[in-house]
């Protein structure tokens, strides 16, 4: 990991410092700035990960991520930092390219827990995991040679979330593209459905949390599958 590769950007000293802390003493370079000016300096350095407050002095934090995932090299991984917990925020957040959203308060723990799991995803910690790949003329879906068992269902929803790695779809969303407009399920059925890919996927000796969970939104799939 480069110097330096941790951006923190939070106004309130306290929560900066202390995160700070935290990401120095799991041996995390760590730099840190109040102002989205002095983040867009910033950034003009080395970074793999960006920690943001949404609420700043001289602006919004969802102006930022939109000019860091605008860019089409080194663009760094980003965490949103904020008190505000509507989903509509989180939902926000994380479809214009958010890798997390921690909603404050929260202990520097988490938050260096977080890092360093969306740290491991973005520096290709499973390269050496088999392709999870989905055809949709054959409609077939394949975990390096081998093929996987899948009801209708099932594919539809890993189509869809292929068709994005890395996207959050909502449940909502989820039961409109697989499911149709107006369809009504619980939130348990979509889960359950989730719940046979990930065994599917480790069957085929693949790694479930391939499917990520996003915390109280829904689902998004890792990166580095082909659709």
Do not use: C
């Not at 202390?18 to 102002?35: H, P």
């Not at 860091?68 to 980003?78: C, F, G, H, L, Y």
């Not at 499917?211 to 580095?224: A, D």
């Amino acid at each position: 990991m480069t110097q330096s590769s941790i951006l923190v950007v939070e106004d309130e000293p306290a929560i900066a410092e202390s995160i700070a802390y935290a990401l120095r003493k799991a041996e995390l370079a760590t730099r840190q700035v109040g102002t989205l000016e002095q983040a867009r300096v910033e950034l003009g350095q080395p970074t793999a990960l960006l920690l943001l407050d949404l609420m700043l002095p001289d602006g919004s934090g969802f102006d930022l991520i939109a000019e860091v995932t605008a860019r089409s090299e080194d663009r760094p991984a980003i965490i949103v930092l904020s008190s505000r917990d509507a989903e509509t925020d989180r939902v926000k957040a994380l479809e214009m390219g958010a890798d997390d959203y921690v909603v404050k308060p929260f202990s520097p723990r988490e938050v260096v827990a977080r890092v360093k799991a969306v740290l491991r995803r973005a520096t290709g910690a499973s390269r050496s995991e088999p392709t999870l790949k989905i055809s949709l003329d054959t409609r077939r879906a394949t975990l390096g040679a081998r093929e996987l068992v899948l009801t209708r269902v099932e594919f539809d929803l890993l189509a869809l979330l292929m068709s994005r790695p890395g996207h959050v779809f909502s449940r909502t969303n989820i039961i409109d593209l697989v499911w149709g407009p107006g369809f009504a399920l619980s939130d348990r059925t979509i889960d359950s459905h989730i719940k046979a890919l990930r065994r599917e996927i480790g069957r085929a000796g693949g790694v479930p949390a391939l499917i990520e969970t996003v915390r109280g939104i829904g689902y998004r799939m890792g990166s580095g599958q082909e659709a």
